[in-house]
């Protein structure tokens, strides 16, 4: 069974960063393609960045697009969302997901198997 665990959420100001970080084990981790989704309340999940297994390629949300950088570390089971330039309506729980089927990466919860408890990231303005 995968297991992911997401860390470094916080509060911070618009115009701020953040480095998430999130743990995978459970399986074989480059069989794997990662992704980030966020949440915020009454809102559906949306996607925020995916990574494909060698991390050769990314996709992320118009939204986010030239500020945050999704990355990964196959010998560390890990994968990263760098956040710069943090907006106020960057404010939900970050949640972190892998799935196996994907083809090269997928912007689609639906293509997703696992996912993780998430971590609140709150930007105040």
């Known amino acids: 069974q995968v297991q992911l665990v997401e860390s470094g959420g916080g509060l911070v100001q618009a115009g701020g960063s953040l480095r998430l970080s999130c743990a995978f084990s459970?399986?074989?981790?480059?069989?794997?393609?990662m992704g980030w989704f966020r949440q915020a309340p009454g809102k559906e999940r949306e996607f925020v960045a995916a990574?494909?297994?060698?991390?050769?390629?990314?996709g992320y949300a118009d939204s986010v697009k030239g500020r945050f950088t999704i990355s990964r570390d196959n010998a560390k089971n890990m994968v990263y969302l760098q956040m710069n330039s943090l907006k106020p309506e960057d404010t939900a729980v970050y949640l972190c997901?892998?799935?196996?089927?994907?083809?090269?990466?997928?912007?689609?919860?639906?293509?997703?198997?696992?996912w993780g408890q998430g971590t609140q990231v709150t930007v105040s303005s």
């Open positions: 997901a892998a799935g196996q089927t994907v083809s090269v990466y997928s912007a689609s919860r639906n293509d997703y198997n696992y």
């Open positions: 459970g399986r074989i981790f480059t069989t794997y393609a």
């Open positions: 990574i494909s297994r060698s991390g050769g390629s990314t």
